[in-house]
């Protein structure tokens, strides 16, 4: 019996490229509009680059960009940068239609929710705070707390124990087979594929089920639970 669904974070309850591309092509609009002299589509593919290369949630991205650009960092640009940002952040961090709606309505009906996210534990929860979504989840667990990427399975151990569950009364869903399926399925835990979070174009995510809405969620529970 399925008593509750732990959920990636990024791509899985919000759109997080969505978000990132928005905020770094405010970031460049506004280096530019402050006098810096920017190809924007080039800049903002090396901004990606750096993004790539050092983590997603890296907090110098801007300064390696103007260090690479002008070889140095100028407070201007660098100021200009991230209050766009940070303003272009609010604005595109957004959940996935239908979160809200299916998270109320699994834990009305007694399923209890958790999270496994690789970000860094600030950050995680700031993305759940900006949701509205913090009262919702009974554990969370992030980078910070297990020290280990998935799809290492100590991320997912750990929230088995902060829930008091055992592999089989959890369903895991997330958008990055290569993490969130190969972890899970790793200690026989079942698992759902966020197709409509999918960046790769994964053709076989080796998942037990693929959804295209998160509220296919609930008749997966209510089908694994015989209602």
Request: aromatic residues 10%.
């Amino acid at each position: 019996m399925i008593k509750a669904v732990i959920f990636d974070l990024d791509n899985t309850l919000l759109d997080f490229i969505k978000m990132k591309r928005e905020a770094v092509q405010n970031a460049l609009l506004s280096m530019k509009e402050a006098g810096l002299e920017l190809d924007l589509e080039q800049s903002y593919n090396e901004v990606m680059s750096i993004y790539e290369s050092e983590g997603w949630e890296h907090q110098l991205v801007f300064n390696k960009f103007l260090n690479d650009k002008i070889g140095y960092v100028d407070n201007k640009y660098l100021a200009a940068a991230i209050v766009a940002y940070r303003r272009g952040k609010e604005a595109n961090l957004k959940a996935y239609p239908n979160v809200h709606r299916t998270l109320n309505h699994l834990m009305k009906n007694g399923i209890r929710l958790a999270i496994v996210s690789d970000a860094p534990s600030r950050e995680a929860w700031m993305r759940i705070y900006y949701l509205n979504l913090h009262h919702m989840f009974d554990a969370v667990v992030t980078f910070d707390d297990s020290k280990e990427r998935k799809p290492s399975p100590k991320p997912f151990n750990l929230v088995l124990k902060k829930l008091a569950l055992s592999k089989e009364e959890v369903v895991m869903i997330g958008d990055w087979p290569e993490r969130d399926v190969v972890g899970a399925n790793s200690l026989g835990i079942k698992t759902i594929f966020a197709r409509y979070g999918d960046t790769f174009g994964v053709k076989n995510s080796g998942a037990n089920w693929d959804i295209d809405d998160i509220s296919e969620i609930i008749q997966i529970v209510e089908n694994e639970n015989g209602k």
